[in-house]
């Protein structure tokens, strides 16, 4: 614990220089606001914040969105005289986002170092991680006798009307490459992929939408088995359940990142997301949230030792592709899997 405190305090030693090299229009400004999701998120963030305005003393206001697509559309609205400086979304959302040069800010390296610590490939020139999630396999262990060990053991028949899966929206295709290279064929093989769906079906017990409808069919048994990320597990367990999470090859990876938006506050947005990317920061983000940091020299939360992938069975998908082709996977799976 004295080793993390001590770090923190000597960055924030780092940031108060830098911040005191600001353009005296960026200097005059004294807060940010920053949209993010609801509760769980809000909370988390809020904590962490309050270290930066101790530093800089700027304050940090959370604008709430029910979902990465209603954010971009409320940010929209406002692209002539924006009133958010930072958005927090989906890596797949933001790669459809950064199309808007009017509305979103490329990251100035020069005043974000820490992006140099960031595992390789997960930031571009308009969006960071703020941690990464593996899509992942939940099961009660009270209700499943053997373990689980990989993808390919979900088309078991033991497993017949016991499986939540996550509808072809829900985050965003994962479960079309899952199924795609549980074989260690290609992730992006849609018709293999379509094919072992359209065989998993006798197995799944709902598609679901929500996180909230996946946890509670786990919780009262009407599932044994769900794919999503790993924070549903700490959650399931927290109300008494006995879970386990394996996250076989491939494991596709998911990032929620956050871009600066051009509201006039560049500069000051750039350096909340360095500060909240650097080490000990990002460290405890992770924590709270039950998710992966991303600086490559945090701890990785307790709760997660086990459960994270290898390096070497991850999967990142390129999201401008997946965004070419998802609103077509959703078509044909509402007509070919989900009735």
Same mark, same amino acid.
């Given at each position: 614990?004295?080793?993390?405190?001590t770090?923190?305090?000597?960055?924030?030693?780092?940031l108060?220089v &830098?911040?005191?090299?600001?353009?005296?229009?960026?200097?005059?400004?004294?807060s940010l606001? %920053?949209?993010? +999701?609801?509760?769980? +998120? @809000? *909370?988390?963030?809020?904590?962490?914040?309050?270290g930066?305005?101790?530093?800089?003393?700027?304050?940090?206001?959370l604008?709430?969105?029910?979902?990465?697509?209603e &954010?971009?559309?409320?940010?929209?609205?406002?692209?002539?005289?924006?009133? %958010?400086?930072? +958005?927090?979304?989906?890596?797949s959302?933001?790669?459809?986002?950064m199309?808007?040069?009017?509305?979103f800010?490329?990251l100035?390296?020069?005043?974000?170092?820490?992006?140099?610590?960031? %595992?390789?490939?997960?930031?571009?020139?308009?969006?960071?991680?703020?941690?990464?999630?593996p899509?992942?396999?939940?099961?009660?262990?009270d209700?499943?006798?053997?373990?689980?060990?990989? +993808?390919?053991?979900?088309?078991?028949?033991?497993?017949?009307?016991?499986?939540?899966?996550?509808?072809?929206?829900?985050?965003?295709?994962? #479960?079309?490459?899952?199924?795609?290279?549980?074989d260690?064929?290609?992730?992006m093989?849609?018709?293999?992929?379509?094919?072992?769906?359209?065989?998993l079906?006798p197995?799944?017990?709902?598609?679901?939408?929500?996180? *909230?409808?996946?946890?509670?069919?786990?919780?009262?048994g009407?599932? *044994?088995v769900?794919v999503?990320?790993? *924070?549903?597990?700490?959650?399931?367990?927290?109300?008494?359940?006995?879970?386990k999470?394996?996250?076989?090859?491939?494991? %596709?990876?998911?990032?929620?990142?956050?871009?600066?938006?051009? &509201?006039?506050?560049?500069?000051?947005?750039?350096?909340?997301?360095n500060?909240? #990317?650097?080490?000990?920061?990002?460290?405890?983000?992770?924590?709270?949230?039950?998710?992966?940091?991303v600086?490559v020299?945090?701890? @990785?939360? /307790?709760?997660?030792?086990?459960?994270?992938?290898?390096?070497?069975? @991850?999967?990142?998908?390129?999201?401008?592709?997946?965004?070419?082709?998802? /609103?077509?996977w959703?078509?044909i799976?509402?007509d070919?899997?989900?009735?």
């Amino acid at each position: 614990m004295e080793v993390k405190n001590t770090k923190r305090w000597l960055w924030a030693g780092a940031l108060a220089v &830098g911040l005191h090299a600001m353009a005296p229009a960026q200097a005059a400004d004294d807060s940010l606001n %920053v949209m993010i +999701w609801g509760a769980t +998120w @809000q *909370s988390a963030i809020d904590e962490v914040s309050q270290g930066f305005t101790k530093d800089t003393g700027v304050k940090v206001n959370l604008v709430s969105q029910a979902s990465s697509g209603e &954010g971009l559309a409320k940010l929209q609205a406002m692209r002539d005289k924006p009133t %958010v400086d930072v +958005w927090f979304t989906t890596a797949s959302v933001a790669t459809r986002a950064m199309e808007d040069k009017q509305l979103f800010d490329q990251l100035p390296t020069e005043l974000m170092p820490n992006l140099k610590e960031l %595992v390789s490939g997960s930031a571009t020139a308009y969006y960071a991680p703020i941690y990464s999630y593996p899509t992942s396999i939940i099961y009660r262990t009270d209700l499943v006798a053997e373990p689980i060990t990989s +993808w390919a053991d979900l088309w078991d028949p033991r497993f017949k009307k016991k499986l939540g899966m996550p509808d072809m929206g829900f985050f965003q295709g994962r #479960l079309l490459m899952i199924a795609a290279g549980k074989d260690g064929g290609d992730p992006m093989d849609e018709k293999r992929g379509f094919e072992e769906l359209e065989k998993l079906k006798p197995n799944v017990v709902l598609f679901f939408a929500s996180d *909230s409808q996946a946890r509670q069919a786990l919780a009262q048994g009407e599932a *044994s088995v769900m794919v999503g990320p790993t *924070s549903h597990a700490k959650r399931i367990a927290d109300a008494g359940f006995p879970v386990k999470v394996v996250s076989p090859r491939p494991t %596709v990876m998911n990032y929620d990142v956050m871009m600066i938006v051009r &509201g006039g506050k560049e500069d000051t947005a750039a350096k909340y997301i360095n500060y909240l #990317l650097s080490a000990p920061v990002n460290e405890e983000v992770a924590a709270k949230l039950g998710m992966a940091a991303v600086n490559v020299n945090s701890e @990785q939360p /307790a709760d997660l030792k086990g459960m994270l992938p290898k390096a070497e069975d @991850q999967y990142v998908p390129d999201e401008a592709v997946v965004n070419e082709h998802i /609103a077509r996977w959703i078509d044909i799976f509402k007509d070919k899997i989900a009735n």
